[in-house]
Every structure is written in structure tokens, then in C-alpha cells.
């Protein structure tokens, strides 16, 4: 008689079925390997990133502690004034002001700026407005502008106060230049510099007289 123990021979039905078992161990096994080759991966890749946005921490806190940019009036001159008696502007004419103006950055990020914008009050009454050329002032540095103001003389004389009679007018210039801090290419914030400046212009010497200015920065 035949032994019951004895093992049988395996059909190809079986033998199929334990390859393809054998083929799914080893895809989970290739599964679970480049999971863990991913997140080993990751890992590596974020210690190597910690320095870095430990620096950029350090200068956001040191380098890149924004001051404001100062907005300068150097010097201001009557380039044409045209007078009745060499004592009041002449109707109809036009007087001009040139502005020596300088914008020093004082951070350790460049500054680029926009056009700026200039307006001239004689009272409350606007008598001239112009804009300036855009620009970039580098680290540490200070870039200076001539910039032009033509005033109708007609708007003058009917503002004039009493200080004419003794050839000087009083006028108030708003300067605003918007512009962005940046630092290494991509960090960078958005300033706004406002400055109000108050003046007194002497008709018989064609001077500057009596100049206050007060700067302002909005980020």
C-alpha cells in the first residue's frame, strides 16, 4: 500500500500560484524599500536646510531691521522769476524751482524706488506738481536728483500773504517715493518715504530761505 504521508507531486496549477505569491512579496518588499529611501531622503534634505533658514532668520532679525531711507532737500534755486517793480511775479508768467534732492539709503539691502512725485502748496492751494525718475539706491549708498517744479504765477499772487510786501512767500512741498528694501534677490519688503518740507522764497535775492523738513516711512 501507498503511505498517506507520503508528499504528492505539485501540479502546475500550485506551482503558478506560489510564483506569483513569491512576485507580489518581493513588489511589497520594493515597495517598502523606496518608501523608506524617500523619507530617508527627506530627512537629509531638511537637516541641510536647517542652516539655511537659520541665516536668513539672523538677517531678517539684524541685517534686514529696515531704517528709513532719507529723503534729503539739499539746496533749492529760482531758475526763472519774472517780477513787476523787482517786487511781485509778473501775471501770466511762470516761476521755476529747481530741487537738489538726495536719497540716502542707510540699510544693508538695496532700495529701488519708483517715480516720485513733488507738490507744491502755497497755503492749502497746490501751485505745481512734478515727478521724478525712478531709481535704485545700493547698500550703504545715497543717490541725488535735480528735479524741476514749474509754478503758475497766477496761482501765487492770489495766495499771497502779507510777507510779500517784504519780497518773501511762504510755500510747503510734499515729496512721496514709494518704493522696495531688498535683500539677497528674494527677500524684500515695500516702503513708502514721505517727506513735508516748509520754505520761504526771498523775490529779491532768488534764495531759499528758513527750509524744515520731517520724513515719514509706511511699510
Known amino acids: 500500500m501507498v503511505d498517506k504521508d507520503q508528499a504528492q507531486p ?3 496549477a500550485t506551482l503558478n500560484r506560489l510564483s506569483s505569491d513569491n512576485g507580489e512579496t518581493r513588489l511589497h518588499l520594493k515597495r517598502i524599500q523606496r518608501k523608506r529611501f524617500i ?3 527627506s530627512f537629509i534634505v ?4 536647517i542652516p539655511t533658514i537659520v541665516i536668513i532668520i539672523i538677517l ?3 541685517l ?3 531704517k528709513d531711507p532719507i529723503i534729503q532737500m539739499n539746496r533749492v534755486s529760482i531758475t526763472k522769476l519774472e517780477l513787476i517793480n523787482n517786487v511781485i511775479p509778473k501775471p501770466g508768467s511762470n516761476v521755476s524751482l529747481t530741487a537738489d534732492v538726495s536719497v540716502k539709503n542707510p540699510n544693508m539691502a538695496s532700495f529701488k524706488y519708483s517715480n516720485t512725485t513733488t507738490t507744491l502748496f502755497i497755503n492749502e492751494t497746490v501751485i505745481g506738481e512734478v515727478r521724478g525718475p525712478s531709481g535704485k539706491a ?3 549708498q545715497t543717490v541725488r536728483m535735480n528735479v524741476t517744479i514749474d509754478i503758475v504765477a497766477d496761482r501765487v499772487l492770489s495766495n499771497l500773504n502779507n510777507d510779500v510786501s517784504l519780497g518773501k512767500v511762504r510755500l510747503r512741498s510734499f515729496s512721496r517715493i514709494p518704493g522696495k528694501v531688498k535683500l539677497l534677490h528674494f527677500i524684500g519688503r515695500n516702503v513708502v518715504v514721505k517727506m513735508n ?5 526771498n523775490i529779491f535775492s532768488k534764495s531759499i530761505e528758513d527750509q524744515k523738513c520731517k520724513r515719514k ?3
Request: glycine residues 0%.
Open 60 to 62: 531678517m532679525f539684524t
Open 39 to 41: 523619507k530617508c531622503c
Open 138 to 140: 545700493k547698500a550703504r
Open 10 to 12: 505539485l501540479t502546475p
Open 46 to 49: 531638511a537637516l541641510l536646510m
Open 217 to 219: 516711512m509706511k511699510m
Open 64 to 66: 534686514f531691521q529696515i
Open 197 to 201: 518740507c516748509t520754505f520761504v522764497i
